[in-house]
């Protein structure tokens, strides 16, 4: 297969790959399951995700990015070349051009171990590019033009907050809260309400079907099942939506605080011009409901969903591929 250009979204809940005039041509959880006992790598993504808490003591089933970031090189490495050749074929006439999306708050270190892992992964160049440029990128913001946009991408791992103008970043903060935090949140809050141990899986589940981010006067319910911590046996809890916004709380008010942030440090121009047009929300996490009324709750300007907000990052690194010359300002490093 000709395919010459790749842009990935590797982000620590789920990987995404982007082809130019193709789209997002894979969309699979960033989970990798390794048998202990020779160290081999048994499954990449959706299928190791279906592991996760159900594997014996011989297959470790995790996460190899934390945050944002590689935790794990030599499975994030092999995970790379899982998804690369999944989309490439066995056939492989050209190394392609890699593009990666790394969060905004990443150290020179922690940029040049991705661009190792890709370059050893296969890729002819790799480029490593902050997500929210690439988020901006991907839901359709003209970032070129000398007016400011921002942008809150808030993923698996971090939540990533930019003003763009010109095609660079003129303020921007990074906070290591995401769906993940979330999640434990939830699972935690289950514990010591409930009495009931849970996994993450569930308390994901809960987040999506019932979780918000402000208190609702008509709530949605949820019958939860999982272990009994004080007599060890399976019991059902039934969990309310106000419940879960009060264990997330926390959280969301850090993301919120970050956002205070970012707009302190942006010049009075660009606050205007954000005023006008309002911030765009991507990335997983935004999904939470209500979540851009309590942005805009907490900061007077007015916050929306961009068009397929999982896909922004991933569509963003494509689109910068395809088009080099225009966003190459915005380019952090090639090797």
């Known amino acids: 297969m000709f395919i010459r250009k790749i842009g990935i979204d590797l982000g620590t809940a789920n990987t995404l790959v982007y082809l130019p005039k193709k789209g997002v041509v894979v969309n699979e959880p960033t989970v990798v399951a390794v048998s202990l006992e020779d160290n081999r790598i048994m499954a ?49 006439i050209f ?25 050893k992964a296969g890729a002819k160049n790799a480029y490593v590019v902050k997500e929210p440029v690439l988020a901006a990128i991907g839901a359709g913001l003209p ?86 911590l004080v007599n060890g046996l399976p019991k059902i809890v039934e969990i309310k939506t106000n419940e879960i916004t009060g264990a997330i709380s926390e959280q969301l008010r850090e993301i919120v605080e970050t956002v205070k942030v970012v ?36 900061t007077g300007v007015s916050c929306r969903l961009a068009k397929e907000p999982l896909l922004c990052v991933a569509k963003g690194a494509g689109l910068a591929l395809e088009n080099l010359d225009i966003y190459k300002k915005s380019i952090m490093s090639k090797k």
């Not at 995790?62 to 066995?90: N, Q």
């Not at 990666?100 to 990443?106: D, Q, S």
Request: one cysteine or more; glycine letters at 12%; hydrophobic letters at 40%.
């Open 44 to 92: 990449v993504g959706s299928k190791a995700k279906e592991m996760l808490g159900k594997a014996p003591d011989t297959i470790a089933v995790y996460r190899p990015m934390k945050e944002g970031v590689i935790a794990d090189y030599r499975v994030t490495e092999a995970m790379l070349r899982y998804f690369i050749g999944k989309v490439m074929g066995r056939w492989r």
């Open 95 to 119: 190394r392609p051009d890699i593009m990666v999306a790394v969060p905004a708050g990443i150290t020179s270190t922690e940029k040049r171990a991705v661009v190792e892992a890709t370059i």
């Open 143 to 228: 970032i070129n033009e000398p007016a400011g946009h921002m942008i809150i991408d808030i993923g698996g791992g971090t939540s990533e907050m930019a003003v763009i103008s010109l095609g660079g970043i003129v303020s921007c903060a990074s906070v290591r809260v995401g769906g993940d935090k979330l999640d434990y949140a939830i699972s935690e809050y289950v514990r010591k309400r409930h009495n009931l141990a849970i996994g993450d899986k569930t308390a994901e589940k809960i987040k999506i079907k019932i979780g918000d981010a402000l208190p609702q006067e008509k709530e949605s319910s949820m019958k939860v099942q999982g272990r009994d």
């Open 263 to 298: 707009l302190r440090g942006t010049p009075p121009e660009l606050v205007a011009d954000i005023m006008d047009r309002g911030m765009i929300l991507s990335g997983g996490g935004s999904l939470l409901r209500n979540l851009d009324n309590l942005i805009y709750n907490a």
